[in-house]
């Protein structure tokens, strides 16, 4: 283990997949939100991503939060992301906000997505606030290319950021729709214009996404709709094959060579932490994706709100945060 100069008195175990990136530049973009320009110290192009992608970003403080990539992802010499000060959040937007970051390293894992943009003959985007930032690489990505219109609500006009580049690359397609002008978002009607195909896609706090989650139930059921959090929502409904009791079982930390019992009622991740030291984890609570690790073997209980069906059936990853095994024993690229 090494104690890394970006973090004075945090260590960081070689083991880690974080690497990191120099803030390049500071930016307020609306009331209560900045934008981070990140670029590698060398000058070196940084990973590829697609639209949808998020970073984890490891704060001087050791805590981790997730930012979605807004910018070109056609740049390769720089990430942007968005970061909007949370006046009830749990301190890592204040931090980024209140601490003179520019010039500063900080570590960084990813990219990473859950929230990809699929192929279909049409798209709804629906934004609320912050949750802009990953819709903006998707219609930037589909142009004139297919049929997509999004619809943008916030406060006020000043709160919401990246209205203009929105604008300026959807013109009349992009409806940004601020509550003290508009009213609040006419979900329910805005819902009722998708088609039958539409990939309806949404991001924004969690009142908005039920709200979505519900009309899409009830106006537009042929609809696909996808979602991305950015703080916890409603509990998931389980699988049938998850519905069990939290039985006792044992995990395989392939890396570490490590095999360590995991009693009923403890979290898998408090055992690991327990025995490994360079474990990422954010939220505790299945919404963030900082915990996903690489399953080698076993059936894994996804309690996660990330995870797809489909990923969810290939298990080639799981949510160590609140996931758990339906085998007598897990098998982790740990």
């Given at each position: 283990?090494?104690?890394?100069?970006?973090?004075?008195?945090?260590?960081?175990?070689?083991?880690?997949?974080?690497?990191?990136?120099?803030?390049?530049?500071?930016?307020?973009?609306?009331?209560?939100?900045?934008?981070?320009?990140?670029?590698?110290?060398?000058?070196?192009?940084?990973?590829?991503?697609?639209?949808?992608?998020?970073?984890?970003?490891?704060?001087?403080?050791?805590r981790i939060r997730q930012y979605s990539l807004c910018g070109r992802r056609q740049?390769?010499?720089?990430?942007?992301?968005?970061?909007?000060r949370e006046q009830a959040g749990r301190g890592g937007s204040a931090e980024i906000?209140?601490?003179?970051?520019?010039?500063?390293?900080?570590?960084?894992?990813?990219?990473?997505?859950?929230?990809?943009?699929?192929?279909?003959?049409?798209?709804?985007?629906?934004?609320?606030?912050?949750?802009?930032?990953?819709?903006?690489?998707?219609?930037?990505?589909?142009?004139?290319?297919?049929?997509?219109?999004?619809?943008?609500?916030?406060?006020?006009?000043?709160?919401?950021?990246?209205?203009?580049?929105?604008?300026?690359?959807?013109?009349?397609?992009?409806?940004?729709?601020?509550?003290?002008?508009?009213?609040?978002?006419?979900?329910?009607?805005?819902?009722?214009?998708?088609?039958?195909?539409?990939?309806?896609?949404?991001?924004?706090?969690?009142?908005?996404?039920?709200?979505?989650?519900?009309?899409?139930?009830?106006?537009?059921?042929?609809?696909?709709?996808?979602?991305?959090?950015?703080?916890?929502?409603?509990?998931?409904?389980?699988?049938?094959?998850?519905?069990?009791?939290?039985?006792?079982?044992?995990?395989?930390?392939?890396?570490?060579?490590?095999?360590?019992?995991?009693?009923?009622?403890?979290?898998?991740?408090?055992?690991?932490?327990?025995?490994?030291?360079?474990?990422?984890?954010?939220?505790?609570?299945?919404?963030?994706?900082?915990?996903?690790?690489?399953?080698?073997?076993?059936?894994?209980?996804?309690?996660?709100?990330?995870?797809?069906?489909?990923?969810?059936?290939?298990?080639?990853?799981?949510?160590?945060?609140?996931?758990?095994?339906?085998?007598?024993?897990?098998?982790?690229?740990?």
């Open positions: 283990m090494t104690a890394d100069a970006a973090f004075p008195g945090v260590i960081v175990h070689e083991m880690t997949d974080a690497y990191p990136l120099r803030v390049a530049a500071v930016a307020q973009e609306a009331d209560s939100v900045i934008s981070l320009t990140l670029r590698h110290p060398e000058g070196l192009d940084l990973p590829a991503w697609e639209p949808g992608a998020h970073i984890d970003l490891y704060l001087p403080s050791g740049d390769r010499r720089e990430y942007r992301i968005a970061v909007l906000h209140e601490l003179p970051l520019t010039g500063k390293q900080l570590l960084v894992r990813g990219p990473r997505n859950h929230f990809r943009l699929r192929d279909s003959p049409r798209y709804l985007f629906i934004a609320g606030g912050i949750g802009v930032t990953p819709l903006l690489p998707m219609i930037a990505e589909l142009g004139d290319g297919r049929p997509w219109t999004m619809y943008y609500g916030g406060r006020t006009h000043a709160s919401m950021a990246f209205a203009a580049d929105a604008l300026r690359i959807g013109g009349d397609r992009v409806h940004v729709l601020p509550k003290d002008e508009a009213g609040r978002l006419d979900v329910g009607g805005i819902v009722a214009t998708a088609g039958a195909g539409t990939a309806v896609y949404c991001c924004g706090p969690p009142g908005l996404l039920r709200a979505v989650e519900d009309a899409c139930r009830r106006l537009a059921p042929a609809a696909s709709l996808c979602t991305e959090r950015f703080t916890r929502g409603e509990p998931a409904p389980r699988e049938a094959a998850s519905a069990g009791e939290d039985r006792p079982f044992q995990v395989e930390l392939r890396r570490s060579g490590l095999t360590l019992q995991v009693p009923a009622g403890q979290a898998l991740l408090e055992v690991i932490r327990d025995a490994v030291q360079d474990v990422a984890y954010s939220c505790e609570e299945g919404y963030c994706g900082s915990c996903e690790t690489t399953v080698l073997g076993g059936q894994p209980d996804h309690r996660d709100e990330i995870l797809s069906p489909e990923e969810r059936a290939a298990s080639k990853t799981m949510m160590i945060c609140v996931g758990r095994a339906l085998s007598e024993t897990l098998v982790l690229d740990l």
